[in-house]
Nanobody
Framework: QVQLVESGGGSVQTGGSLRLSCAHS??????IGWFRQAPGKEREGVAG????????FYADSVKGRFTISQDNAKNMVYLQMNSLKPDDTAMYYC?????????????????????WGQGTQVTVSS
């Protein structure tokens, strides 16, 4: 059984920063991803990290602004979000998946992940 708990969401102004945290536990998975879903929109991949190799993957919309990292000793994955924009406003979800092939394309697909957290809200005001 895999458990995922997100934290760190909140409200910031344009240009601000937030760091989201995902506490993960259980077995089996080798990929942790961050997704987001705005009202009326589909859930979209933001970033992913391979837990064994540390390889990272990003959506084009967040490259250069968001950084995903992990602390395996604490079973934590983080999403540092800088230069936030109103378009980044969404519920952010942490997800865990198991895949024999790890690519950017697969890391951004919801179907790659079998386990999801409850989400944490991020609101960016202009």
């Amino acid at each position: 059984q895999v458990q995922l708990v997100e934290s760190g969401g909140g409200s910031v102004q344009t240009g601000g920063s937030l760091r989201l945290s995902c506490a993960h536990s259980g077995y089996p998975y080798n990929l942790i991803g961050w997704f987001r879903q705005a009202p009326g929109k589909e859930r979209e991949g933001v970033a992913g990290i391979a837990t064994t190799t540390g390889d990272t993957f990003y959506a084009d919309s967040v490259k250069g602004r968001f950084t995903i990292s992990q602390d395996n000793a604490k079973n934590m994955v983080y999403l540092q979000m800088n230069s936030l924009k109103p378009d980044d406003t969404a519920m952010y979800y942490c997800a865990a998946g198991l895949s024999t092939v790890l690519t950017g394309l697969l890391a951004m697909r919801t179907s790659t992940y079998g386990y999801w957290g409850q989400g944490t809200q991020v609101t960016v005001s202009s």
